[in-house]
């Protein structure tokens, strides 16, 4: 069993920035974030491996959103940059022993999410 907690979410003005934490309580395979807007699915975001440099990101937030991890805190950020209010949702970190990194299906443990909203 994984526990994940995940913090740094707020609210911020369009074009601000934000980073997100996710402090795990063992290590998986891959680590996922995905968020969910009201009314619509949870999606997926970015992901990272454990190890290597391998990192994977949604179109909608390539190169404006950056996924990295401290190994020796078992903890994975989020960096979001220039945000905007289609990026306003509850960000949920996930943990998976699949390399699939997209498909939540794949993601068997999950951090109880934290709100991100961006005003325009």
């Known amino acids: 069993q994984v526990q994940l907690v995940e913090s740094g979410g707020g609210l911020v003005q369009a074009g601000g920035s934000l980073r997100l934490s996710c402090a795990a309580s063992?290590?998986?395979?891959?680590m996922g974030w995905f968020r969910q807007a009201p009314g619509k699915e949870r999606e997926f975001v970015a992901a990272?491996?454990?190890?290597?440099?391998?990192?994977n990101y949604a179109l909608s937030v390539k190169g404006r959103f950056t996924i990295s991890r401290d190994n020796a805190k078992n903890t994975v950020y989020l960096q979001m940059n220039s945000l905007k209010p289609e990026d306003t949702a509850v960000y949920y970190c996930?943990?998976?022993?699949?390399?699939?990194?997209?498909?939540?299906?794949?993601?068997?443990?999950w951090g109880q999410g934290t709100q991100v909203t961006v005003s325009s």
């Open positions: 063992g290590r998986t395979l891959t």
């Open positions: 996930a943990a998976s022993w699949n390399s699939a990194y997209d498909q939540k299906q794949r993601y068997p443990y």
């Open positions: 990272i491996r454990w190890s290597g440099d391998n990192t």
